[in-house]
């Protein structure tokens, strides 16, 4: 029997049951309590400007705890793990005068992602674990104006997301990413010049790899923050092909049912979600504990919701464990095959 590739592992396991996502990795890098010195290490000692918060440069001044990290959240169940790279782009990298870093910290955090998936993988061959290579939102928006009284300013084009998108891109896959995730969508905007970016670097490099699109319903309007729904923003980003389109952040499971309930009855991919343990308290905390999100997320599987699942802020390796043990007997979601219509999306769907 010939040896499967790391696609067919993926779509084979995707097949056999609802697959794990790590957690936060914000939520663990702060239990570690860290510091300005520890951000900096030794090659940044002299930076001219503040580190600590830069959790991204970690996986340069301190790849053992982004490792142990990884690690902790594989041991909970997780079958994909996320690279931490979710600021790392020229244009977010740019807050601490660190753009011409952002390769490098896409390669080398890829590194410590496919490090330990693959100790995991050789403990146990049969369960395959992948590298999520992830592009986050930057933090700019291409279609909201960053000034009330100019609606038309805004402080990022198209293309200046597309370069940072490709760059970052590059230093994923050279890293050893398996896919790529182009999460926390707030701006549909953003998430096509990330998926546009993508694309460019396959095409250049000849491969293809699996793309998840994750976006963000912002609050109870069940809009994202450019203002679609979540059904509208499935129609503006299906023509890249996902392998799994859904929703995480901003929401706990308990109001973020209803918005990818919303993509599950219409995305003819994998459904994915990550949502937050539950909203922030006064103090920016998350209270939402393990065995209550355990069971929303079993009502979501036993629905049908899901195909990938995992958590976002406020969760840590005890609520993957939970998640993971409350949907291991439920069957993945079945894609949808939709009758052939005409499909098209502003802020709300439009089906002809």
Not at 95 to 118: F, G, P, T
Not at 171 to 189: N, Q, R, V, Y
Not at 324 to 331: G, I, N, R
Request: with cysteine; aromatic share 6%; hydrophobic share 40%.
């Amino acid at each position: 029997m010939t040896e499967l590739t790391k696609l067919q592992q993926l779509q084979r396991a995707a097949e056999q049951r609802i697959l794990i996502l790590d957690g936060a990795m914000g939520t663990m890098i702060q239990q570690h309590q860290l510091q300005e010195q520890d951000y900096r290490g030794e090659r940044f000692a002299d930076w001219n400007s503040d580190l600590k918060g830069n959790n991204d440069l970690l996986s340069l001044t301190q790849p053992q705890i982004i490792y142990d990290i990884h690690c902790a959240y594989l041991t909970a169940g997780a079958d994909i793990i996320e690279t931490n790279t979710f600021n790392a782009t020229t244009i977010s990298m740019a807050d601490y005068h660190m753009q011409s870093l952002a390769k490098e910290i896409n390669i080398e955090a890829a590194k410590i992602a496919r490090k330990a998936a693959d100790t995991f993988t050789a403990q146990t061959p049969d369960k395959p674990r992948f590298v999520a290579g992830v592009l986050g939102p930057t933090s700019r928006t291409a279609s909201i104006s960053p000034d009330v009284n100019d609606p038309g300013k805004r402080n990022v084009s198209f293309d200046e997301l597309v370069e940072a998108y490709v760059e970052a891109t590059h230093g994923l896959i050279a890293g050893g990413s398996d896919l790529i995730l182009i999460e926390t969508i707030f701006d549909t905007l953003n998430a096509k010049a990330a998926a546009f970016a993508v694309e460019t670097v396959f095409e250049a490099l000849g491969l293809r790899l699996p793309v998840m699109i994750s976006g963000t319903i912002t609050d109870a309007s069940g809009r994202t923050l450019s203002g679609q729904t979540a059904e509208a923003f499935y129609y503006s980003m299906n023509h890249i092909s996902p392998f799994s389109m859904g929703l995480n952040c901003a929401l706990g499971p308990d109001l973020l049912r209803q918005y990818v309930d919303d993509i599950a009855q219409v995305a003819e991919c994998l459904v994915s979600a990550h949502p937050n343990a539950g909203l922030p308290n006064e103090f920016g905390e998350y209270d939402m504990q393990s065995a209550e999100m355990a069971s929303h997320i079993q009502e979501w599987a036993e629905s049908g919701l899901l195909n990938i699942v995992g958590g976002c802020c406020g969760s840590t390796p005890e609520h993957i464990a939970a998640m993971a043990q409350a949907v291991k007997h439920c069957s993945p979601r079945k894609v949808v095959q939709l009758p052939v219509r005409m499909r098209l999306s502003g802020l709300e769907p439009f089906v002809h």
